[in-house]
């Protein structure tokens, strides 16, 4: 098996509380993998609300069209997730759409519940009909297995080349008792010809409508999962989904709810960051003083996907030439000689030029850690933007050239 | 020295022919590189027509700004070009426009011009001051050494990274006799830090006025020297400066010089690509079937600045997937069931699947190639364009993630 990512939180998968109204199993279906889990299933109790946002390609996958379908569609019965990897029946014609409604009936069936509540989704190999009847076979044994407990297990199946497994949690007291969110996510290792596709399933017992839950996780990606980039690249088949179960209290205001699950999601997404293909560094872009916010975003990701900014990390080389060239392209107003560039604590450009004060060296060394903050501020006015990227190495070439075969 | 690119042109630098009108000399002046020609010296006779397009980065180099300043500038006077390699004098400060203009000053008294007709490129390391004395001090030597056929010199003075010298020519009759057309570039190899920033310089004998000479430079630019990625980053220093002398006849037609211009254009961009940093296959992204050209140019872009695509590629890989997914991320209108996908010859993917007459087999056998074309239809319209890319190998890797001291 691959080495863990060197950017792994400390302490191993952390252990997550059980969230009243969601139970959760895996098996070995051997979908592709052989002797190891590859099929997860989770089930929430009737009332359960469920919100989802998905990639923006528009060549998206199956189980993720049929998802955008079923996700608006009212109902108080209880839903299921079943999730698999080792294939994403992506770009599978119409075989595509019919293996999913397949698998929908199935767990449908051996459910009890309706076919528009089961959410599927698939990762792995494109290209390829999904055997369904692998898992169909399994769904016996996947049901008999359902437990509170089940979640570590659950976030174990549905790993790609993930090298560890991504959970977070957070309590959030109420006037009535505490509310729990519980998430775990995978991505974005890759092995050709795999998507390194996101997916990333969230868990709590709060009572809460629909429209507010889906509301509150619209805004909050934009912040966290939509201001994650490993390449630039942008799977088939990312898919988010949220499930809140309404057995335990409402939260007291919605913002408190939402700064509770923003930091559950934003904890994700760092931790698909950190499992980037080949990744040795964690970078926090942070832009501040554009013009708006949108312009600050556009700097912020045209440094982060920038080729040379990422293998100038690498590199431990505090190459500040290359953010400037980052900035320049990146299509938003920018003043040269009112930009400012630090690294970490390090004021290295400013006035368009290099800082009198700057010292390569000290630079240099602070380029040696593994958690750096590259921030530019424009100088210009309020917008700012953070977007949290890896750096470009060696062995991301190494995984992505590799020949599928 | 590095090592030629394996995807240089055959038969090493072309014979270029003289321009009337137009002298080229080079030294040694050691502005970073030791032993090694650094400066090139153009010279146009009286009456010479100059055109140019540059870098559209908002942290456009000094030399950039005020080359953009004196193009639109009218003027019977002869012009000069004078080129360095090793500093880019981009990011400077104040430093940087003082720079052009000590420059401008000392080439325009050597050459009895006005200043205002001297237009100076700088590439190499940015952030550090230009020390210009050590071209002025040259000067004497340049002007003493100038003559019609050395331009195959003046190609090898403005390299930096690249790996071979760059030159394309050709000749246009007309009902008064034939126009001869001669360019040279350098792009888009690069050391940390320096930008891998494309410079090129075509002259011309036809007489032509300054407004038609512009106009069609910029269209053809659109279509050549802005069609060709090599790792999507952009430099703050890029310029094309097109000198017409009028020395020769006039062309029957607009059209005819298009025609004859824009193959010496992209037959430069061509081998800019093919001497790509670390790049190992030269790679063709047609697309055809968009419901517009941007469309088209939009899908284009996303496959040949996909970092799964290059890689794919330069693991010889026939991994359509990823085309589907950069098809599906580029923000053009595309209808997954209606793609089709062919590597050269062979037709991959079509209705949203694998073609049922595809061999893996045969597609790997092509992807050994040095030379692949990648082409993608959208089935959806009239609207098509190429865009000419090269792989991401280990080779760029090394190149830009070496440490800069």
């Not at 505090?318 to 920018?334: E, H, L």
């Not at 004060?357 to 100088?379: C, F, P, R, W």
Request: a negative charge; hydrophobic letters at 40%.
């Amino acid at each position: 098996m691959t080495k863990v990512s060197p950017l792994a939180p400390k302490g191993g998968f952390p252990p997550l509380p059980a969230i009243d109204g969601a139970r959760f199993s895996h098996v070995q279906a051997g979908v592709r993998y052989a002797g190891r889990p590859d099929v997860m299933l989770a089930t929430l109790c009737p009332g359960a609300r469920i919100a989802g946002v998905f990639t923006r390609s528009s060549t998206r996958a199956a189980p993720v069209l049929d998802c955008q379908e079923k996700i608006g569609l009212a109902s108080d019965a209880g839903a299921a997730f079943l999730v698999n990897s080792g294939n994403a029946n992506a770009f599978t014609g119409k075989n595509g759409a019919e293996t999913v409604a397949a698998l929908s009936r199935a767990v449908a069936a051996a459910l009890d519940l309706p076919a528009t509540r089961v959410f599927t989704s698939s990762t792995g190999v494109i290209g390829e009909p999904l055997a369904h009847e692998r898992i169909t076979s399994k769904l016996n044994e996947l049901v008999a297995g359902l437990s509170e407990g089940g979640i570590e297990g659950a976030a174990r199946a549905i790993m790609t080349t993930d090298t560890y497994a991504k959970g977070s949690w957070v309590q959030l007291q109420t006037a009535n008792g505490p509310i729990t969110i519980a998430g775990i996510a995978k991505g974005s290792g890759m092995v050709a010809p795999d998507m390194a596709t996101m997916l990333v399933y969230i868990f709590t017992d709060a009572d809460i409508e629909q429209p507010q839950l889906q509301e509150t996780l619209s805004e909050l990606t934009a912040r966290t999962f939509n201001r994650i980039t490993v390449d630039s690249d942008t799977s088939t088949s990312d898919t988010l989904l949220l499930a809140a179960t309404g057995k335990g209290p409402q939260p007291d205001t919605l913002v408190d709810f939402q700064e509770a699950l923003g930091k559950v999601m934003l904890d994700l997404a760092h931790q698909v960051v950190r499992d980037g293909e080949g990744a040795s560094k964690f970078v926090e872009v942070r832009v501040t003083g554009a013009a708006d916010e949108a312009d600050a975003e556009k700097v912020a990701r045209s440094i982060a996907n920038s080729p040379l900014v990422k293998t100038a990390i690498a590199g431990e080389d505090p190459n500040w030439g290359r953010v400037v060239m980052a900035v320049g392209k990146s299509g938003a107003v920018a003043d040269r000689d009112r930009l400012s560039i630090s690294f970490g604590p390090i004021l290295v450009a400013e006035n368009g030029w290099v800082s009198p004060e700057y010292s390569e060296e000290k630079a240099a060394a602070y380029m040696k850690g593994q958690d750096l903050v590259i921030h530019t501020d424009l100088g210009l006015g309020e917008g700012s933007a953070t977007v949290w990227t890896c750096d470009l190495t060696h062995d991301y070439i190494t995984i992505n050239a590799d020949y599928r075969s």
